[in-house]
């Protein structure tokens, strides 16, 4: 949330359409699947009963049906579940505590009217973000995010990062 809120309430300024958004959430996250997370039990509970996280997972699961689902090549093992909503529906998503409702990140998200672009791949430290020039402007010089543009050629993975150097 430290980075999502800033990143939210910049993005805000920069549609016309902050009510209608998409939102892709990838369908590989234990949240959204019974079994698939393990939850704490204080001893003498009883082990049929569900924890307040197995319920919420089990919810979640049940929802996430409802949502169409879509892969960007067929077969790469990434379905993600589209949905759409306001804009601060992507802190809602993401948002929550481990003890009882366990956040979700969501892979991409976008206004309708295409202004910017969000995306966040599973298996990368970094999330881009397309949009116009004062949109790229206004991310880089926040005080609360550690934005740069990133030209075409650009390197994003561990080697590419020329801020947090090792060491």
């Not at 909503?85 to 366990?102: A, H």
């Amino acid at each position: 949330m430290e980075v999502l809120l800033p990143l939210v309430s910049t993005l805000r300024h920069f549609t016309r359409k902050p009510r209608r958004c998409f939102f892709a959430v990838w369908d590989g996250w234990g949240q959204l699947h019974s079994g698939s997370m393990a939850s704490l039990r204080l001893r003498g509970e009883p082990k049929d009963v569900p924890t307040p996280v197995e319920r919420f997972v089990s919810e979640r699961e049940d929802e996430a049906r409802s949502y169409p689902r879509f892969e960007f090549e067929p077969g790469t093992g990434r379905p993600y579940f589209l949905g759409t909503g306001p804009l601060k529906v992507v802190t809602e998503i993401s948002g929550g505590s481990v003890l009882d409702r366990p956040g979700v990140p969501v892979a991409m998200w976008w206004p309708t009217d295409r202004s910017w672009f969000v995306a966040s791949e599973i298996d990368f430290d970094s999330t881009l973000v397309g949009g116009s020039p004062e949109l790229r402007d206004a991310l880089v010089g926040h005080e609360q995010l550690e934005a740069l543009e990133v030209p075409p050629e650009g390197d994003l993975s561990l080697n590419g990062d020329t801020i947090n150097l090792p060491g």
